[in-house]
């Protein structure tokens, strides 16, 4: 394995069905002009309350890519 450099985005996903669904959100936006993402972490988790129940979370992610 070579030595590689890393470089961490904070990101912040939205969805009103799923936490994973909120960072799959996150992610496929990413991958549109972010190369070589490696890894992420879950920061921070809310969710929006309508009535007593969740109707949209948002995850904070930090996405960690190597550097060319």
């Known amino acids: 394995m070579s030595n590689h450099v890393y470089?961490?985005?904070e990101l912040v996903g939205s969805s009103p069905k799923s936490i994973e669904d909120a960072?799959?959100?996150?992610l496929a936006k990413a991958?549109?002009?972010v190369r070589n993402i490696q890894w992420?972490?879950?920061e921070e988790t809310r969710g929006?309350?309508?009535d007593g129940k969740v109707a949209?979370?948002?995850v904070t992610i930090k996405v960690g890519f190597t550097m060319e």
Not at 23 to 26: D, E, I, N
């Open 7 to 9: 470089k961490q985005l």
């Open 23 to 26: 960072v799959g959100t996150a």
């Open 31 to 33: 991958h549109e002009t």
């Open 40 to 42: 992420f972490t879950v």
């Open 48 to 50: 929006h309350v309508v």
């Open 56 to 58: 949209h979370w948002q």
